[in-house]
């Protein structure tokens, strides 16, 4: 089914936070074990992630260098780590929460990767990558490259359910979203049918519900994932 019409307006003003010069992607690191509050912003322009308290909500202009058109981030608060996907370079950047740098240690994975899904429980990162029509599978606890999978045609975002060890991937040029077993790591191959041009997808892990965005019909499709 879809949604449409749904609007919600805020009159509440809320403080700026000034950063670089082309924020696209945005992850919150909150590891309550070492009381960790931050929230890191990806820049493709200036190919950086920048830091915010999110305490006090300030930049604390340490900022991280990471590599060619960084545009997607994912962040394992269990292990304190974060990962920039680069689409240029067809890499993921490694950041280490703790000290807040890059490891140094870039992860090749497909083309043109766009999107990162975490799985916390199992410790695993899965990268679309969007010129190749494949989703890299990392292991979180070496960060390595374990595998590619095949997908849809030009994937564009990932959502992850731990609950139930399932990766769902929208394939925004043939508007369906692919489902991965993430126990043995491989294309279910029973891809769902959505709207045109599925482009982001969120995951409700307790209702079992999967949402949809569609770029092109102002709808979201809801699936039900049992």
């Given at each position: 089914k879809t949604l449409e019409g749904i609007t919600h307006y805020s009159t509440t003003e809320y403080p700026h936070i000034n950063l670089g010069k082309r924020p696209v992607a945005i992850g919150v690191n909150s590891n309550y074990r070492e009381d960790i509050h931050l929230v890191y912003v990806v820049d493709s322009k200036d190919d950086i992630v920048s830091i915010i308290d999110g305490i006090n909500n300030?930049?604390?202009?340490?900022?991280?260098?990471?590599?060619?058109?960084?545009?997607?981030?994912?962040?394992?608060?269990?292990?304190?780590?974060?990962?920039?996907?680069?689409?240029?370079?067809?890499?993921?950047?490694?950041?280490?929460?703790?000290?807040?740098?890059?490891?140094?240690?870039?992860?090749?994975?497909?083309?043109?990767?766009?999107?990162?899904?975490?799985?916390?429980?199992?410790?695993?990162?899965?990268?679309?990558?969007?010129?190749?029509?494949?989703?890299?599978?990392?292991?979180?606890?070496?960060?390595?490259?374990?595998?590619?999978?095949?997908?849809?045609?030009?994937?564009?975002?990932?959502?992850?359910?731990?609950?139930?060890?399932?990766?769902?991937?929208t394939n925004s040029y043939d508007g369906t979203v692919s489902v991965i077993n993430g126990s043995d790591k491989t294309n279910t191959g029973n891809d769902i049918e959505v709207g045109s041009v599925p482009n982001s997808i969120g995951v409700d892990s307790l209702t079992d519900s999967i949402y949809v965005t569609h770029l092109l019909d102002g709808a979201v499709s809801v699936i039900d994932s049992m």
């Open positions: 300030t930049n604390t202009r340490n900022d991280i260098k990471v590599g060619n058109k960084p545009v997607a981030i994912g962040v394992n608060n269990f292990t304190n780590t974060i990962y920039v996907a680069n689409y240029k370079n067809n890499t993921v950047s490694v950041i280490n929460g703790k000290y807040n740098n890059n490891t140094g240690n870039d992860i090749k994975v497909g083309d043109g990767p766009n999107s990162i899904g975490v799985d916390e429980f199992t410790h695993t990162v899965y990268v679309a990558n969007f010129k190749n029509n494949t989703v890299t599978v990392i292991d979180g606890l070496n960060n390595t490259r374990v595998k590619d999978i095949p997908v849809g045609d030009r994937p564009t975002s990932i959502g992850v359910d731990s609950l139930t060890d399932s990766i769902y991937v």
